[in-house]
C-alpha cells in the first residue's frame, strides 16, 4: 500500500506562485508514476502533471510553461512549483500514485486547495 500527503495550498493573488508537496509513504518502490491532478467547483477532476519513475514528465496545455512537476527521491516527495497563477487556476489539488496493482486507479491524497484571488 502507498499512502499520500498533500500540502502547500492556500490563497494566492493573480500573478504569484504556490508550491505543493506531495510526501509518499509504504511501498514506494512499487510507484511507476505520480501525477498531479485537480478539480474545481462544477468541473472534472482533471491531469495538471505527471512524472515516471525515470523522470519523464508530462503537462495540461493548460499549465505548460507555468507549472514544473519534480521529485526528490531522498525524501519521497513529488513538488508541482506553480507559477504566473490565474483564478481559473482555483481547484483541489490532489496527488495520485500509480502501481501495477492499481491499474487506472492508484492511491489518493485528502487534496490540499488552492484559491487565486485578489
Known amino acids: 500500500q502507498v499512502q499520500l500527503v498533500e500540502s502547500g495550498g492556500g490563497l494566492v493573488q493573480p500573478g504569484g506562485s504556490l508550491r505543493l508537496s506531495c510526501a509518499a509513504s509504504?511501498?514506494?518502490?512499487?510507484?511507476?508514476?505520480i501525477g498531479w491532478y485537480r478539480q474545481a467547483p462544477g468541473k472534472q477532476r482533471e491531469l495538471v502533471a505527471a512524472?515516471?519513475?525515470?523522470?519523464?514528465?508530462n503537462y495540461a496545455d493548460s499549465v505548460k510553461g507555468r507549472f514544473t512537476i519534480s521529485r526528490d527521491n531522498a525524501k519521497n516527495t513529488v513538488y508541482l512549483h506553480m507559477n504566473s497563477l490565474t483564478p481559473e487556476d482555483t481547484a483541489v489539488y490532489y496527488c495520485?500514485?500509480?502501481?501495477?496493482?492499481?491499474?487506472?486507479?492508484?492511491?489518493w491524497g485528502q487534496g490540499t486547495q488552492v484559491t487565486v484571488s485578489s
Open positions: 495520485n500514485a500509480a502501481t501495477e496493482a492499481t491499474p487506472g486507479k492508484g492511491y
Open positions: 509504504g511501498s514506494i518502490g512499487s510507484i511507476y508514476v
Open positions: 512524472i515516471t519513475s525515470g523522470g519523464t514528465t
